[in-house]
């Protein structure tokens, strides 16, 4: 019986062992994921930060400070090359941005259907495109044949 009992405690040692780890495993993730929801928060700060400090800036133009009217004048240009990509992609799906609410509408469309708002005209300005060159080569070997038959 002896034996049995050394079995058996060496079990429940063990058990206890595992739970004890397990239990460990299971505070160290919890903390971590506290840690993260944390760590959002401070990001979230920082950007309410940056962002009103930005809205300043564009509302009064007033400097601020050298680094920081450098990084708001980066971020003008950032938006700026982002209106263009949009406006092209209006232009290519054939739509537009309402003013006053941003709702997407047809480009035909005279009103918005959601807030009423007159919808100015809208010119769609179509670019011509080279041709692509085909990857085997084939438009390279005939303008070539051309060129040695001329």
């Known amino acids: 019986m002896s034996?049995?009992?050394e079995i058996t405690k060496a079990v429940t040692e063990t058990a206890k062992t595992a739970a004890k780890i397990s239990s460990d495993m299971v505070e160290v993730t919890?903390?971590?994921v506290a840690i993260?929801?944390?760590?959002?928060?401070v990001t979230k700060q920082f950007y309410e930060i940056g962002r009103k400090v930005y809205e300043k800036?564009?509302?009064s133009k007033e400097i601020i400070d050298g680094e920081i009217t450098e990084g708001c004048i980066a971020i003008k240009d950032i938006e700026k090359n982002i209106a263009e990509m949009k406006a092209r992609i209006f232009s290519l799906k054939k739509i537009k941005e309402?003013?006053?609410?941003?709702?997407v509408l047809d480009t035909e469309m005279g009103f918005c259907?959601?807030?009423?708002?007159?919808?100015?005209?809208?010119?769609?300005i179509i670019e011509e495109e080279d041709v692509p060159e085909c990857d085997c080569g084939c438009v390279n070997e005939e303008s070539s044949e051309e060129k040695q038959d001329d």
């Open 3 to 5: 034996v049995l009992n």
């Open 30 to 32: 919890r903390l971590n």
């Open 36 to 41: 993260g929801v944390e760590e959002d928060k």
């Open 57 to 59: 800036y564009t509302d």
């Open 98 to 103: 309402c003013p006053k609410c941003k709702e």
């Open 113 to 124: 259907f959601k807030c009423g708002e007159k919808q100015p005209v809208v010119e769609i």
